[in-house]
Nanobody, 127 residues
Framework: QLQLVESGGGLVQPGGSLRLSCATS????????IGWFRQAPGKEREGVSC???????NYADSVKGRFTISRDNAKNTVYLQMNSLKPEDTAVYYC?????????????????????WGQGTQVTVSS
């Protein structure tokens, strides 16, 4: 059974850092694109970053230069390193997966492009 489990969320002060993990199981990560999305209270879920199966990456303008997505296919885990956090980064963060085949360049950014979703992890940025 294909599963994605997010972890690493928590409470952090503005300017601080967190690293989120998306642990996957039940499929071969090498063949899948992974996306990170977030949903703030009262707002729609939005894309944050994604990594194609070939390692190409994409970032929302709001997080460029602050967030970094990476993957360790051997550990079946994708990471989201978040630096210089701001109160507006407060949200539930989700990872999602979609099959691409090995070595794909295309980076899916829309929610409808993803088939499998994790349950989310809360990130709160507050002093």
């Amino acid at each position: 059974q294909l599963q994605l489990v997010e972890s690493g969320g928590g409470l952090v002060q503005p300017g601080g850092s967190l690293r989120l993990s998306c642990a996957t199981s039940g499929f071969t990560l090498d063949y899948y694109a992974i996306g990170w999305f977030r949903q703030a209270p009262g707002k729609e879920r939005e894309g944050v970053s994604c990594s194609s199966s070939g390692g190409n990456t994409n970032y929302a303008d709001s997080v460029k230069g602050r967030f970094t997505i990476s993957r360790d296919n051997a550990k079946n885990t994708v990471y989201l390193q978040m630096n210089s956090l701001k109160p507006e980064d407060t949200a539930v963060y989700y990872c999602a997966a979609v099959f691409q085949g090995r070595g794909a360049y295309y980076t899916p950014t829309a929610q409808f492009e993803y088939r499998y979703w994790g349950q989310g992890t809360q990130v709160t940025v507050s002093s």
